[in-house]
């Protein structure tokens, strides 16, 4: 017995979590359902604009190769990011994205302590400054894991005292 030659190549049948029976055309990292019965007209409509589609490249989103805002990108795909709680990664994402807005263009590979101490000061207060150290720090970390880099210059920068007074003792007055 011979089997038939699919006449739509790159198309499976999938049947989905409700049982419904649905069409997909994969094509290298392109994927897409088609719509319509198997071999309708809408069907094949779809078919043809998944073929059409499949041949346009991939607009590749994101930041060049070597920058920091590269980095950040790797360190945000990484099993490390992943594996923290929801509430460490939005407030880590909003501080990466700030790094990436003020220096994500930059080379990490040629970052200085002066280049991480000219970050800090673009910070208000002093534990904003370390927060900007810490997460330096970290994506430089992650870096010299996974062998991108063999150094950490946030490491030598100077951290800033974040109460230089020491804290207040209250008075018999203010008790």
């Not at 989103?61 to 939005?90: C, H, M, V």
């Not at 280049?115 to 673009?122: D, N, Y």
């Not at 330096?136 to 950490?152: D, G, V």
Request: glycine letters at 6%; proline letters at 6%; hydrophobic letters at 35%.
């Amino acid at each position: 017995m011979t089997r038939r030659r699919n006449p739509f190549p790159g198309v499976t049948r999938v049947t989905d979590r409700h049982g419904k029976v649905r069409w997909r055309f994969r094509r290298g990292a392109f994927s897409t359902y088609l719509s319509g019965p198997y071999a309708s007209a809408e069907f094949r409509a779809a078919y043809e604009a998944a073929v059409e589609g499949s041949k346009t490249p991939a607009v590749r989103e994101g930041s060049p190769f070597g920058t920091l805002g590269w980095l950040i990108e790797q360190y945000l795909r990484s099993p490390r990011y992943a594996n923290l709680s929801a509430i460490r990664k939005d407030t880590l994402r909003r501080e990466l994205d700030w790094l990436r807005r003020e220096a994500g263009d930059l080379p990490y590979a040629r970052f200085g302590v002066r280049h991480v101490e000219a970050l800090m000061a673009k910070k208000a207060g002093p534990t904003a400054q370390n927060a900007v150290k810490k997460n330096l720090s970290m994506l430089f970390n992650f870096a010299i894991r996974a062998e991108l880099t063999a150094h950490n210059p946030a490491r030598a920068a100077e951290r800033r005292k974040e109460n230089p007074e020491g804290y207040h003792t209250w008075t018999e007055a203010e008790i």
